[in-house]
């Protein structure tokens, strides 16, 4: 029985127009592709089985550099004995058979036979992207695995995977990925050895780096993996995407395995998940890498104290695509590029001197801007040790009891670098990347203006969440 992909194309091929024919297989074909992976450039050329030139160039970008593979489509899979001996020794192409084939077990054994050894090239058929493209949604731990493995396959999948090798491998793949949770070494060197067998190199290390994360998240020793023990291999982003929801529901991780994911992710990375709810081991991946995590600019925004108890207790979760420390009274979203939050109004914080003047004696205040409706003044000291108490007195009395205090820009005891704290915007930021804690514990302090007992319950969360549960 053919399945809906084959019985789509055999129906494109079946036309009476040549012509017409070519233009709909390419073009069932290149929608499959991009549906296993939407990252992927597919672009069809003019030529149709052509010995030479290909019928897709698949191109991509990759940790910085591009990349590029060439696919070729033939009758069926078997048919590369014919035209493609010489490219299948020297080559890194795909071969594509549009039609299943129905091949005896000799011919089989012949054409994977051409394809051993250094072989970079992938033989394979469409039915085949029917059955890679139902792995690539994220679900449950069993499907990581094979998840991650389909997204690859089209960039750096070799041998031959027919319709029948590609069901044997995603079987597999599967029981590898049971077999990482398990903490299984023979399922688990199985997979590893499958992987290495059907897949180019460096896509085959990162597979299996992802096999060790999955392994040392389910708590086992990293002295019985059953693959590499030391790997510098650095995951491509739709694979730590594909890998970070499941990370986040584990079980049994420690600071050290946090850190070690932090050495594959960025802020950036983390804002295009979209939305991730609050969770321990979020806090716990920002919280161990805060020195990692660098930030120009956080904004607090007022809410409603939640009828949960643990929503009022400091947490990080990420909301349309910002990381957002979230605690009894207010949210407040941090980002390493200003630009993010250039729109955005969550209302202002009108602030006077009287409010913050004990505040300010924890910084050393650089500037300081007065506003009321009679006038405006902003003044800046002309050293580094920046402006006494009295001058700020002084100048908040001449406007009179309407004026207030528009931003100040201060500098945290031992800092190195001044923060600007707009009252008006609810935001403080600096012109240079600085850790989350600096500014978020700023903003609290002088904009919300949080007692003594939150800002230690802040200082404690950022000092110590790990630990909380050790």
Not at 95 to 105: E, H, N, T, V
Not at 132 to 160: D, K, Q, Y
Not at 333 to 353: E, Q
Request: charged share 25%; with cysteine.
């Amino acid at each position: 029985m053919y399945s809906a992909l084959q019985v789509a194309i055999n129906n494109a091929m079946d036309q009476p127009s040549g012509d017409a024919a070519i233009r709909d297989v390419k073009t069932i074909i290149a929608r499959e592709m991009t549906e296993i992976d939407s990252s992927l450039d597919v672009r069809a050329t003019d030529h149709f089985n052509h010995s030479f030139f290909p019928d897709f160039v698949v191109s991509w970008r990759e940790n910085g550099t591009d990349q590029r593979r060439d696919i070729f489509l033939r009758n069926d899979s078997t048919s590369v004995l014919y035209q493609d001996v010489d490219r299948m020794e020297k080559g890194n192409e795909v071969f594509l058979g549009i039609r299943s084939s129905k091949a005896d077990p000799d011919t089989r054994a012949e054409l994977a036979t051409a394809l051993v050894g250094d072989s970079q090239c992938l033989v394979s058929d469409a039915a085949s992207l029917d059955s890679f493209a139902t792995r690539t949604a994220p679900a449950e731990t069993s499907s990581v695995l094979p998840g991650v493995a389909a997204r690859v396959w089209i960039r750096g999948a070799r041998g031959l995977l027919d319709q029948p090798a590609v069901a044997e491998l995603q079987d597999q793949v599967a029981v590898g990925g049971s077999a990482m949770m398990r903490g299984s070494v023979d399922d688990g060197r199985a997979v590893v050895w499958a992987v290495r067998r059907n897949f180019r190199s460096e896509y085959a290390k990162r597979i299996e780096r992802v096999m060790q994360i999955m392994w040392l998240s389910a708590g086992n020793p990293l002295s019985s993996f059953p693959g590499r023990h030391t790997m510098s291999t650095q995951l491509s982003e739709s694979e730590i995407r594909w890998l970070l929801p499941f990370l986040l529901r584990a079980a049994h991780v420690d600071d050290d395995f946090w850190r070690l994911v932090g050495e594959v992710i960025d802020l950036r990375l983390l804002q295009s998940l979209g939305d991730v709810g609050e969770s321990p081991n979020l806090d716990r991946l920002i919280t161990v890498n805060l020195d990692r995590l660098l930030v120009t600019q956080a904004m607090l925004r007022r809410r409603n104290v939640s009828l949960h108890p643990s929503l009022n207790e400091p947490h990080w979760s990420i909301r349309s695509g910002l990381l957002t420390l979230g605690a009894e009274g207010f949210d407040c979203h941090v980002v390493d590029d200003k630009r993010k939050l250039a729109n955005s109004r969550h209302g202002s914080w009108p602030t006077y001197l009287d409010d913050i003047q004990a505040r300010l004696e924890r910084y050393r205040l650089q500037e300081i801007a007065f506003s009321s409706p009679a006038a405006t003044v902003d003044v800046k000291s002309a050293t580094s040790q920046g402006l006494a108490g009295r001058q700020a007195t002084d100048i908040t009395g001449s406007l009179g009891a309407m004026g207030g205090i528009a931003k100040v820009a201060v500098r945290p005891a031992g800092g190195d670098c001044n923060i600007m704290v707009n009252f008006l915007r609810g935001t403080a930021e600096t012109d240079e990347r600085s850790q989350i804690q600096n500014l978020v514990t700023t903003a609290i302090d002088l904009i919300y203006q949080g007692d003594a007992a939150l800002l230690e319950e802040i200082r404690r969360f950022f000092e110590m969440v790990g630990a909380a549960e050790s």
